[in-house]
């Protein structure tokens, strides 16, 4: 990103990414327990952004799959084995509230679990080792990853571990569950579930989360 402080913290308003994600899951689930992975040596953090009664830092890791261990481990005195965890990426402030009740609806009864995700509308080019078009692949069934993903405590401890045990890659919770064979559920998402990736994200973003608004405020 090229700024100053990490880009959880980049302002999006008055208030950093982070806040506004924060604000987005405590708006869907506010009774749920919240463990926010942060850097150790992360000085930019402020409590007063977590609108959450039952929450607690956890150390973040090297990789996204050591962070979800980390909180995984943190609450495995107070975790059942079949309790529904939901992993969200603090860089996608834009997540709807009904994308996020939606899901919930969607894995109380999944034994696998899955995510928000939607699929591909462009068309997608594979290049080669120069950086010119390889081939055109086929887009048919190709869906866009999006989080929060959801599964059952157990399952997703028992894969996260399993697949570094095995040298899997883990791109994220999904492609851990995938590694032991089973098929998460694809639930289909808004567009508008940005992550701040690039700078010009941070404008796009101020975009979504107005145009949200307007739309909420159009409904009442």
């Not at 928000?116 to 390889?134: S, W």
């Not at 289909?188 to 579930?193: P, Q, V």
Request: aromatic content about 4%; hydrophobic content about 45%.
């Amino acid at each position: 990103m090229g700024a100053d402080r990490p880009k959880q913290y980049l302002p999006i308003g008055e208030n950093p990414v982070l806040a506004h994600t924060l604000a987005r899951l405590h708006y869907a689930y506010p009774q749920a327990s919240l463990r926010l992975c942060l850097d150790e040596n992360d000085a930019w953090f402020d409590p007063c952004w977590v609108p959450f009664d039952d929450w607690q830092r956890v150390a973040g890791g090297v990789e996204r799959v050591d962070s979800v261990l980390q909180a995984l481990d943190d609450i495995a005195l107070e975790a059942a084995e079949d309790d529904l965890v939901l992993v969200h990426d603090v860089a996608r402030p834009c997540v709807h509230p009904d994308d996020l009740q939606q899901l919930l609806e969607a894995l109380q009864d999944e034994p696998v679990g899955g995510l928000l995700a939607v699929p591909v509308a462009d068309t997608m080019k594979r290049a080669d080792a120069t950086g010119r078009v390889a081939t055109t692949e086929s887009r048919d069934g190709l869906w866009h990853a999006l989080t929060p993903q959801g599964f059952r405590y157990g399952l997703l401890r028992e894969a996260l571990h399993g697949a570094l045990d095995k040298g899997v890659q883990v791109t994220d919770e999904a492609s851990a569950i995938e590694a032991q064979g089973l098929a998460p559920r694809l639930i289909a998402g808004r567009r508008d579930n940005l992550k701040i990736t690039h700078p010009e994200d941070l404008l796009l973003a101020t975009h979504i989360l107005a145009a949200q608004a307007k739309e909420v405020a159009g409904a009442v």
